[in-house]
C-alpha cells in the first residue's frame, strides 16, 4: 500500500561537502608516525599502529594542519624522542580552530545554497554543528555575515554531541520547519578532528589517529517546490540511547587537545541493540533499499551489512566516504548523503526509500527514513510505504 502523507514532505532539498587542502595519504601517514614511534622507543605500539592503519579501511584524509604531513621528526601531533619537541597545547589547536572552520564550513553551506536553489535571504534556521572546537561569538554568527543571511535567523548551534550530531541537526531542522512551507533550515557541520591526533603510543590515541579526518558539510532542508529534483524526503526518527554503553564513547577536554576513547566493544553493542531499534522505527515496513550509515569505522559499515543482510552496493556510499575521506565525526553522514545522491543520478533511479543512521557518545543512535525522489512527480506518484504507525497517527 502506498500513501501520499502531507507531513513526509520536507526534504532535504541541497547538498554540500568541503575539505580542507591538505591531504594525508594512509600509508604515508601510517609509515612516518611507526617511524616516529619507533625512534621514541615504543616498538610495540609501532607494530600495532602499523597494523591498525592497514585494517581501518581508510586509504587518505584530510587535514587543516600542514604540520601533520611533515616529516616524522618535525611533526609535533606525533611522538618524539625529542623531549623538548613543543606539543601543541589546546589553545593552539583551537587556535588553528577558529582559523580555519570557518571558510571550509561556509564552501560547504554555499554549495548547499546553490544544490538547493535556495538563496541565503530565504533562510529562515540555522543549525550548526560541531564537537571538535568551540569560540564565541561562535561558528552561527560568523557564518551569519559571511553567508549574507538574515540577522533575525533562529540559529541554533549544536556542540559536543559527537558524531551522531550532523543526523540529529537534519531531525532537528524537520521538526523546525514543519508546518511552514516557506521555511528553510540551513545545518551546517564542520570537525576538524586531526587536530586531536595526540603524541602518545597509547592504543586508544593511535587508533583514533587511524581514521579520523576533517570535513564540513551542509544542507538545506524545506519543503519542496514542484521543480524540486533530487530531493530526500524525510520521515519517521528515532532516538535512542544504547543501555550499558555510557563509557564506551568518551571525548573529553585535555591539556593537548581533546582525549577521544573509542571502545572495541562498540560494533557488538550496535549489532546487539539497533536492529529492534530500526524495526520499532520502520514498524512493518520491508526494508528498504537505501541504507545512508555513518562509516564510524569500518567494523560499524560491517557489523550493520551483516545484521541487516545488506549488498556491497547498498553500503558502497559509506564504505568510500571513509576510505576516501575517513570518519569526519558529524559532518561525515552528509558526506554520505550526497555521495549516494551522486550514485543514484548516475543509475538513472526513480523514487526509492531508504534510511539513515549514525552513532554517537552515549552510545547514541539517531535514525531516520528517507526516501530519494528524482523529481517531484516521482514522489507524488509513488509516495511512501504506509506503516501502521503513520497510518494511524494521519488517519
Known amino acids: ?28 601517514t601510517s609509515r612516518r608516525l611507526t617511524e616516529a614511534l619507533s625512534d621514541a622507543g615504543y616498538s610495540d605500539s609501532s607494530r600495532w599502529a602499523k597494523r591498525i592503519f592497514r585494517q581501518c579501511g581508510v586509504e587518505s584524509r584530510y587535514t587543516c594542519e600542514p604540520n601533520l604531513l611533515e616529516p616524522a621528526a618535525n611533526c609535533r601531533y606525533f611522538p618524539s624522542a625529542d623531549k623538548h619537541t613543543e606539543v601543541p597545547s589546546t589553545s593552539g589547536r583551537m587556535a588553528v580552530y577558529k582559523r580555519a572552520s570557518v571558510p571550509l564550513a561556509a564552501e560547504a553551506a554555499r554549495k548547499a545554497l546553490a544544490d538547493s536553489g535556495v538563496q541565503g535571504n530565504e533562510i529562515t534556521h540555522l543549525i550548526t554543528v560541531s564537537c571538535t572546537g568551540q569560540f564565541l561569538p561562535g561558528l552561527d554568527a560568523a557564518l551569519m555575515g559571511e553567508l549574507g543571511l538574515r540577522p533575525i535567523v533562529a540559529r541554533v548551534p549544536l556542540t559536543f554531541l559527537g558524531c551522531a550530531a550532523g543526523l540529529k541537526a537534519v531531525c532537528l531542522s524537520k521538526k523546525l520547519v514543519a508546518g511552514q512551507p516557506y521555511a528553510r533550515a540551513l545545518v551546517v557541520c564542520v570537525e576538524l578532528c586531526t587536530l586531536h591526533i595526540q603524541p602518545s603510543s597509547d592504543r586508544e590515541a593511535l587508533y583514533g589517529a587511524s581514521f579520523f579526518g576533517d570535513g564540513a558539510s551542509a544542507c538545506v532542508v524545506g519543503t519542496p517546490d514542484e521543480n524540486q529534483r533530487d530531493v530526500f524526503l524525510l520521515g519517521e526518527e528515532r532516538s535512542v540511547l544504547l543501555p550499558g554503553s555510557a563509557g564506551e564513547m568518551i571525548w573529553e577536554v585535555g591539556n593537548h587537545g581533546f582525549d577521544l576513547y573509542l571502545s572495541p566493544s562498540i560494533p557488538r553493542l550496535i549489532g546487539e541493540h539497533v536492529p529492534t531499534e530500526v524495526d520499532f522505527l520502520l514498524d512493518g515496513v520491508p526494508k528498504p533499499d537505501l541504507w545512508a550509515i555513518h562509516p564510524g569505522g569500518r567494523g560499524i559499515v560491517d557489523i550493520m551489512q ?79 510505504t504506509d506503516n501502521a504507525t503513520e497510518a494511524d497517527a494521519y488517519a
Open 1 to 28: 500500500m502506498r500513501m501520499h502523507d502531507e507531513s513526509m514532505d520536507i526534504a532535504i532539498l541541497g547538498l554540500g561537502t568541503a575539505v580542507p587542502p591538505y591531504r594525508m595519504d594512509q600509508e604515508d
Open 306 to 384: 551483516d545484521m541487516f543482510g545488506l549488498s556491497d552496493k547498498q553500503t558502497s556510499a559509506s564504505r568510500t566516504i571513509l576510505r576516501e575521506y575517513g570518519n569526519m565525526s558529524s559532518a561525515t553522514i552528509l558526506f554520505v548523503l550526497n555521495e549516494m545522491k551522486r550514485l543514484l543520478r548516475e543509475d538513472g533511479a526513480g523514487f526509492k526509500e531508504g534510511i539513515a543512521l549514525a552513532f554517537g557518545p552515549g552510545v547514541t543512535a539517531e535514525m531516520i527514513r528517507i526516501a530519494y525522489s528524482p523529481s517531484m512527480q516521482a514522489r507524488n506518484t509513488e509516495g511512501w
